[in-house]
């Protein structure tokens, strides 16, 4: 009878997520041009005429859902900057709220999903690791996407150097970067000189690129520029040999990637092995494989085998993945 009512209560709840996350999909299609003209607008609020606190302010003032209730919910949370600075990251379309909703809603299906084994621990697994599939999504965007802006960093400074040395401004060598390149580092680029242009310091918008962009490369042009800037020097050879040392870089992460290959080849060997010795398994006896699924003690055996090859893919990955 338990059971009953906690996959009842389990079903209402999926409902109820599931109308809601439509509902804010819906709102948050219909207002795209609404966006665009308040992001238009936050990025003119950047003038002379307004003191710093006031900008942060306007900055700050961004809803997280559509749904006011949701939205104030979202915004007493101490995690919900981080989240939003993911969403800006993977240049993600749609809100907090609706990424949250996918998370609680999907959740709500691996526990659903999970109580037809008759183990809580199984229901709490199938919750964990459909939940984060959304945040795993956004982690993976933002992951390419600042791949992207590292690639496109040591050409982006190459040109500045050439224009500093042909005798343009500061200024106007970040122009030429925002109108000659793609996304990302172009439209940030241009958001960082939009800042400077409408009355921000020049360090100041220089470190909200840093923290709009996770590169790493990238704090060694902010920081080599606000040091020019305070005790001069030759700004145009500064950032051609920080573009050499990004192009360095590059070079020791490929070697470094290739020695490390023989260990994501041994993942994915001994990841597929349990499926393959499986599947022959199945095919030369049936019977004897089909205890794995057919008997309580096999199934906890699989479940438990499963957790494992999970856990032993992520310390792989932590271990392979070396930080230039």
């Not at 979202?74 to 993977?90: K, P």
């Not at 925002?178 to 009355?199: R, V």
């Not at 992460?253 to 290959?261: E, H, N, Y």
Request: net charge positive; charged share 20%; glycine share 8%.
């Amino acid at each position: 009878m338990s059971m009953t009512l906690i996959i009842a209560a389990v079903a209402v709840l999926v409902v109820f997520l599931l109308v809601m996350g439509i509902g804010s999909l819906v709102q948050s299609g219909s207002d795209k041009a609404d966006r665009r003209v308040k992001e238009r607008l936050r990025a003119m609020a950047m003038n002379a005429d307004i003191d710093v606190a006031a900008v942060d302010l306007v900055l700050r003032e961004s809803t997280m859902s559509e749904v006011p209730l949701f939205n104030r919910l979202l915004e007493s949370m101490r995690w919900a900057t981080h989240f939003n600075r993911l969403l800006y990251q993977a240049d993600a379309k749609a809100s907090a709220g609706v990424y949250l909703l996918g998370c609680m809603l999907l959740a709500v299906v691996g526990f659903y999903a999970g109580t037809f084994s008759g183990r809580l621990w199984v229901s709490g697994a199938g919750a964990l690791m459909l939940g984060y599939i959304p945040v795993w999504t956004l982690q993976s965007k933002k992951r390419k996407r600042m791949d992207k802006f590292q690639k496109q960093l040591p050409e982006a400074l190459d040109l500045m150097a050439r224009a500093l040395k042909a005798g343009h401004t500061f200024g106007g060598g970040m122009r030429m970067v925002a109108d000659e390149f793609d996304a990302p580092i172009g439209p940030e680029f241009g958001k960082t000189l939009d800042e400077m242009n409408y009355g921000m310091d020049a360090d100041r918008a220089l470190t909200n690129l840093e923290e709009r962009v996770d590169c790493p490369d990238l704090k060694f042009f902010i920081v080599s520029v606000n040091i020019q800037r305070e005790t001069g020097g030759n700004l145009a050879e500064i950032i051609a040999k920080i573009a050499a040392l990004v192009r360095e870089r590059f070079a020791l992460f490929g070697k470094i990637r290739v020695l490390s290959a023989e260990g994501r080849v041994s993942a994915y060997i001994l990841i597929a092995l349990p499926f393959l010795l499986t599947g022959i398994l199945y095919v030369v006896n049936p019977k004897y494989v089909s205890l794995l699924w057919t008997r309580e003690l096999g199934q906890s055996m699989v479940w438990g085998a499963a957790i494992s090859m999970i856990f032993g893919w992520i310390i792989i990955r932590k271990i392979i993945r070396i930080k230039v």
